[in-house]
């Protein structure tokens, strides 16, 4: 009896370790099953993450054809050995746990690029689409009057200087008004002040002359009404009608800087005026700067004016302008305004600035020779100033340079891209616009990748004298101009010529 109870101890304790080595065997799979698992959602996740990447740069349209080959099997070759690596089953976990390691590194930085290729993406898509361009036109009174209204001035006469007829057209829908016109811009705000005349209609960009030209005017008066006025322009800037465009890879583009924030559709003063003559295939580029108040025909009004002013009646007035100044072809223009500017500037932690003197912003900032660390708005300021140097708008303009140069040397920094591209991008959003197309942009990128040429940067800037004449945009009132010199103008056209090859 003795032999077979311990006979049946043996087998249960057999019975028992069996079931429990099974049963340890049975949780190490399950175990082993949800790792597996585990590594194949990975590579899932994974593979959805090169997906997004690979489309987002393909569809951002800056690598050339080449590139573009090289990178996809470069992709595919990769991918596939790091899903097999992750998903596939091996011995051990080691193979496993060092592709997991490589995966995760990668697809962080391909999270990163992607973010970038997209903002790009977005950024260029909103700059390209069209922008129609607006006038406001204020209806102005003493700020001591009494009226607060449009309608308050029924029955009233309103000055006028030059206005668009739907502007009239508004206004008499508003106000039973009857329109004079006065032959000098200055008069109007003058009268007005001195409560000769009751009230006057005014664009926008006339009451930023009224504002520089008429002591306090700005203070003492106060716009009871606005009428949005959209502009139509004769001349149109178009590159496929040039030998001189991207594809050629010879073309100008004309910088404009705008007096003016907020809208980038609003019309204004060209207060910067720079031509950027390109060449792709010998990689020069000039900039030549031309002062604001230079005296020139208006193209389409055939009269002499500032050319700042002709921003007034829209970007390809400039444009066209310039290009009977200069006789060339302007195939391209970019156009900001003061927003841009304090915002990059302020987004790449402000910029260091060369100036040529020490002077007073007209803030109150005291500018010194040398090298200025500069803020958004102080960087405006120093941009603007005319009126601290003999030569005023011609030192103006080399200053202007100044600014653009510091921002090109901070942008282009490595950090700086790295850190801020998409802060940098933001910040130009919305106060930027261009009639370049976006695959001409993609064509010059990648032009650049294939050839990675370094570039031959020159400056040139007009000058001349100064001058108090009449203008189209203010009528009979003389203003300060500045009188083109003719040996500048005929020096700037040679240099343009032997940069497009001519």
């Not at 400039?318 to 841009?340: C, H, M």
């Not at 302020?346 to 040398?370: A, E, P, Q, R």
Request: charged share 20%; proline share 1%.
């Amino acid at each position: 009896m003795t032999g077979k109870h311990s006979q049946d101890n043996s087998e249960d304790y057999r019975i028992k370790n069996n079931y429990n080595s099974n049963k340890k065997k049975r949780r190490t799979q399950k175990s082993t099953n949800k790792i597996d698992i585990a590594f194949r959602i990975l590579a899932l996740i994974y593979l959805i993450i090169t997906i997004v990447f690979y489309i987002s740069v393909v569809k951002m349209d800056m690598l050339p054809t080449l590139y573009i080959t090289i990178f996809t099997i470069a992709e595919i070759i990769f991918t596939i050995a790091m899903l097999v690596g992750l998903a596939k089953k091996h011995k051990t976990y080691k193979l496993n746990i060092l592709c997991l390691i490589i995966v995760l590194f990668i697809s962080s930085a391909y999270i990163y690029v992607s973010n970038y290729a997209n903002a790009t993406t977005d950024f260029l898509g909103n700059v390209f689409q069209e922008v129609e361009e607006t006038d406001d036109y204020y209806v102005v009174v003493r700020k001591a009057s009494s009226y607060k209204e449009i309608k308050d001035i029924n029955g009233k006469e309103l000055y006028v200087f030059q206005v668009e007829d739907d502007v009239k057209q508004e206004i008499s829908s508003k106000a039973n008004v009857t329109l004079r016109t006065k032959e000098s811009l200055n008069d109007l705000g003058d009268n007005l002040l001195k409560n000769k005349l009751e009230a006057i209609l005014v664009s926008s960009s006339q009451y930023a002359i009224l504002k520089e030209e008429v002591k306090d005017f700005e203070a003492n008066t106060r716009i009871i009404y606005t009428a949005t006025h959209k502009v139509v322009t004769t001349a149109s800037v178009e590159s496929q009608n040039s030998k001189y465009n991207v594809e050629s890879g010879i073309f100008n583009v004309y910088i404009s800087g705008i007096d003016t924030s907020g809208k980038i559709s609003n019309v204004s003063r060209s207060d910067a005026n720079i031509v950027v003559t390109v060449n792709t295939k010998t990689h020069e580029v000039l900039l030549t700067s031309i002062p604001r108040d230079y005296y020139v025909t208006l193209h389409s009004k055939k009269a002499k004016d500032k050319l700042t002013h002709s921003g007034i009646y829209g970007v390809s007035e400039t444009v066209t302008t310039v290009e009977d100044l200069l006789g060339i072809d302007i195939n391209y223009y970019v156009r900001v305004n003061f927003t841009t500017v304090i915002k990059l500037v302020d987004t790449l932690g402000g910029v260091d600035v060369y100036s040529d003197y020490n002077f007073k912003g007209i803030n109150g900032h005291y500018f010194t020779k040398g090298y200025n660390h500069l803020n958004g708005e102080n960087a405006l300021v120093f941009s603007r100033e005319r009126y601290s140097f003999a030569s005023g708008d011609n030192q103006r303009v080399k200053n202007q340079q100044h600014v653009i140069e510091a921002i090109m040397k901070k942008v282009l920094n490595s950090t700086t891209i790295l850190t801020k591209y998409t802060n940098i991008l933001n910040a130009m959003e919305g106060s930027f616009q261009t009639n370049i197309e976006q695959k001409e942009i993609s064509n010059l990128v990648k032009d650049q990748l294939q050839n990675m040429s370094s570039w031959k940067i020159k400056n040139n800037s007009l000058t001349g004298t100064g001058a108090s004449k009449s203008t189209y945009s203010a009528g009979s009132q003389k203003l300060y101009v500045m009188i083109p010199d003719a040996t500048s103008v005929q020096n700037a056209k040679n240099q343009i010529a032997s940069v497009m090859g001519e």
